[in-house]
């Protein structure tokens, strides 16, 4: 059977059918022929004078239908090839593009990356973060930690865990002893430096928590207080120590900010009063006294009130 869409595609191709021109429907049955010709008539494909064929026109008798229909052995051989040619080209464009699913849309990413100026830059090795695993509860009494208040065992503990503190949950004080300080209070009020925090040993541990006042600030190094103190006597020797040198601190932070006053003072009233200030003061001129002679280094020298001694020599 040829479907109507066949017959258009043949149609359309011989644009001056006559008598002579359908012999090529002379594969197809009689009712088959009379349908399609009526149906493309009424639509104006086909005149008048053509409708009138009929199939006693066509000769049908030394046409086989059947092997119309059949393919020979060298037609089906050409059209595997032509499959085996078509699936590779396919395979081939999907192995070049493997990325493609279709309609999906490609992101772009428009960050801006350093490119170094025209010089190689040098792949910087990937950091891999530490995974910090909660650590066991001792569970043996004979290697539990002994607490520092209460002087008993204990299996686990924040501080302990945290800050290696031997301190127990129960007599933990989050108030005073055992409170955490910043970084910064750890160093103004316990006169200590970076090298006393991170390099004596042992090391002070400490927890990183985020700014709550600055959201764009590093992140702040809280330390436990009982061991800052711990470092402080430690490196000044005695709490007597480390008063005093706070003490003398102070009293240069006093003398320097006492000084700073006074120039101001100063520097406000000869703006005021500037009738009372000599701005252009005159040069110093050196009134030398009597000159003495070193036999040993051969040279004079003589000396002014003022204390500048000048040396010289004679020919």
């Given at each position: 059977m040829v479907s109507d869409d066949q017959f258009d595609g043949l149609i359309d191709r011989r644009p001056c059918l006559g008598v002579d021109k359908f012999l090529w429907l002379t594969c197809l049955d009689v009712?088959?022929?009379?349908?399609?010709?009526?149906?493309?008539?009424?639509?104006?494909?086909?005149?008048?004078?053509?409708?009138?064929?009929?199939a006693k026109e066509v000769d049908i008798e030394n046409i086989d239908v059947k092997d119309s229909n059949v393919l020979t052995a060298a037609q089906r051989a050409?059209?595997?090839?032509?499959?085996?040619?078509?699936?590779?080209?396919?395979?081939?464009?999907?192995?070049?593009?493997?990325?493609?699913e279709g309609s999906k849309p490609v992101k772009k990413s428009f960050q801006a990356l350093d490119s170094g100026g025209g010089f190689l830059l040098e792949e910087e090795p990937e950091v891999v973060p530490k995974v910090c695993a909660v650590p066991a509860p001792i569970v043996h009494p004979s290697e539990q930690p002994i607490c520092l208040e209460c002087d008993q065992p204990f299996p686990q503990s924040y501080l302990f865990d945290t800050f290696d503190y031997s301190v127990c949950d129960a007599c933990r004080d989050d108030e005073?002893?055992?409170?955490?300080?910043?970084?910064?209070?750890?160093?103004?009020?316990?006169?200590?430096?970076d090298c006393d925090l991170d390099l004596r040993p042992p090391p002070l541990r400490c927890v990183r928590r985020r700014n709550p006042h600055r959201a764009r600030f590093a992140e702040m190094r809280l330390y436990l207080r009982a061991q800052v103190a711990a470092r402080a006597l430690a490196v000044w020797g005695s709490p007597a120590a480390l008063e005093r040198e706070r003490a003398e601190r102070d009293a240069r932070r006093d003398r320097a900010a006492a000084t700073a006053q006074r120039r101001r003072m100063r520097a406000l009233r000869m703006d005021?009063?500037?009738?009372?200030?000599?701005?252009?003061?005159?040069?110093?001129?050196?009134?030398?006294?009597?000159?003495?002679?070193?036999?040993?280094?051969?040279?004079?020298?003589?000396?002014?009130?003022?204390?500048?001694?000048?040396?010289?020599?004679k020919m």
């Open positions: 009712p088959q022929i009379n349908i399609i010709m009526e149906k493309h008539c009424k639509t104006g494909d086909i005149s008048i004078e053509e409708k009138s064929i009929t050409r059209a595997e090839r032509n499959r085996q040619k078509a699936q590779a080209l396919r395979e081939a464009r999907l192995v070049q593009r493997p990325n493609n005073d002893a055992h409170s955490l300080i910043t970084r910064t209070e750890a160093k103004s009020e316990y006169l200590l430096k005021v009063r500037s009738s009372l200030f000599g701005r252009g003061r005159s040069a110093h001129e050196h009134a030398f006294g009597p000159e003495s002679y070193d036999a040993d280094a051969d040279q004079y020298s003589r000396a002014c009130d003022c204390g500048y001694v000048e040396t010289y020599e």
